[in-house]
């Protein structure tokens, strides 16, 4: 399970400081891709492989956006010996990720936020809507 928020800067080159944390979670190798809501999502090579043949198996013309949305821009990243990544260009400019990014733990899987993004979008989170959200879930 990905927990926690943790906030770091894009080098020079586009590499993210991963915390050592989610990494050990994902493994050495991992997935980035387009997510919902403006950031990327970031699954274990377990994980992508289990969506790649959920998605492989659904009517093409029900897949076809969602493969081209989540496929095309994918890539799957190997962390450095400081525990960098690389977020390719085309991933920063989807998240529009310029410099401070906001790495969160989603529960099953990591996203990775413009940092200002994600601290708009958290603060406004609807409460009432969270705990409606919970009691239909029977917590």
């Not at 274990?44 to 081209?68: C, F, H, N, T, Y």
Request: proline residues 3%; hydrophobic residues 40%; contains cysteine.
């Amino acid at each position: 399970m990905f927990i926690g928020e943790y906030y770091h800067s894009l080098d020079e080159k586009g590499r993210v400081n991963f915390p050592a944390k989610l990494r050990e979670e994902l493994g050495e190798q991992f997935v980035i891709t387009k997510g919902l809501d403006g950031c990327l999502s970031v699954y274990s090579m377990a994980s992508w492989e289990r969506i790649s043949e959920i998605v492989a198996g659904l009517p093409q013309a029900k897949a076809r956006d969602l493969k081209r949305f989540m496929f095309s821009a994918a890539t799957i990243v190997n962390p450095d010996k400081q525990g960098r990544v690389l977020v390719t260009p085309t991933l920063r400019t989807f998240a529009n990720i310029v410099k401070d990014v906001a790495v969160i733990g989603a529960s099953d899987h990591v996203e990775l936020w413009d940092r200002e993004t994600w601290i708009k979008r958290n603060s406004e989170i609807d409460s009432d809507e969270i705990a409606k959200a919970m009691d239909e879930l029977g917590f």
